[in-house]
């Protein structure tokens, strides 16, 4: 064989290996690009599994509560004495206190972070937006046990020197200070929506004569409604769930009342409280957490729901 036809066979060779490499790298990127959608999908359907495991785990629980105890004494019964000798399981004791500490929550966390929004959105230079933000989200970073200190030995005092007739743990206190603590999620969100509003909108404002505030709240705060409801909800959601503040400064009375100067008790504080070891496994008591947790967990599932069609109905497109 000639030296050309060494020469020939051997580049015919490095071709056929180069062609073969590039086929098997083009098979490996194919088997690579049909797995990631797969990967991608389930890490996005853990948030739907875990949700769905919790479910699972709160009705088979809250099944055998409601075996012994039926369902009119739990959702109508005023009476609440889980570990009397002759107990009864009413939900409305438990379930007035979470409405009023929440309300509370929102009356002051609502107005204070929708216009704190505005303000960073509308009226705020980007310096002054950078600075007092972070400072604003700071306290999210609380850790609510801090909280719940606070509204015990402070906001409760303060009260008291102001509105004697104030119980040393009422529901008041709490509510005021999860106000405080929700105040950044609201103010947030709803600040992230309303920069999303496009300046044209505001300019054709200006252009008609309208103020700033018009322009804020006749032209932004419409197109920006669902991120605020979704701001409301997410910050009602937290004050629904939240557990240590009420625990420390709302004190255990099963009290069905709407006066915030009285010591009551919410849902969450009940599941604390029965959780931490006064019931044995496997009694109604024990079952009863899980049958409170169920209802709590229906209460925000359709109030999100009911969010989501307020905000479909009033949205804006643009």
């Known amino acids: 064989m000639t030296t050309k036809n060494v020469s020939v066979s051997t580049a015919n060779l490095s071709t056929k290996q180069l062609m073969n490499e590039k086929k098997s790298a083009a098979s490996i990127k194919n088997v ?26 709160l009705i088979t629980e809250a099944v055998h509560f409601f075996q012994r105890v039926s369902f009119t004494e739990f959702f109508t019964s005023t009476n609440l004495k889980p570990l009397s000798q002759n107990p009864s399981f009413g939900l409305l004791p438990l379930l007035s206190g979470t409405l009023l500490s929440t309300i509370i929550a929102m009356v002051v966390a609502g107005p204070i972070g929708l216009m704190a929004a505005i303000y960073l959105s509308e009226y705020a230079s980007d310096r002054v937006r950078k600075l007092l933000k972070p400072m604003l989200e700071l306290l999210a970073g609380i850790p609510t046990i801090v909280y719940g200190f606070f509204a015990f030995t402070f906001v409760t005092p303060l009260l008291r020197s102001i509105w004697p007739e104030i119980e040393l743990t009422n529901i008041l206190s709490p509510g005021l200070v999860m106000g405080i603590m929700i105040i950044p999620m609201v103010a947030s969100l709803s600040e992230d929506a309303m920069n999303s509003v496009p300046n044209t909108m505001r300019e054709g404002a200006y252009g008609l004569g309208a103020t700033k505030l018009e322009t804020a709240i006749k032209v932004v705060i419409p197109a920006a409604i669902s991120g605020i409801v979704a701001s409301f909800v997410l910050a009602i959601s937290r004050a629904i769930g939240e557990t240590m503040i009420v625990t420390i400064a709302s004190g255990s009375t099963k009290n069905f009342s709407f006066d915030v100067t009285e010591s009551m ?12 070891g006064d019931a044995a496994a496997g009694t109604t008591v ?17 109030m999100n729901l009911l969010a989501k069609k307020i905000a479909r109905r009033f949205r804006e497109e643009y």
């Open 286 to 302: 024990y079952y009863s957490i899980y049958a409170v947790a169920l209802t709590l967990f229906t209460m925000t599932f359709l």
């Open 32 to 57: 690579f690009e049909k797995m990631v959608p797969a990967v991608l999908f389930l890490f996005a359907a853990v948030s739907v599994l875990t949700t769905i495991a919790i479910l699972y785990t």
């Open 265 to 276: 008790q919410t849902m969450t504080a009940y599941i604390v409280e029965v959780s931490s």
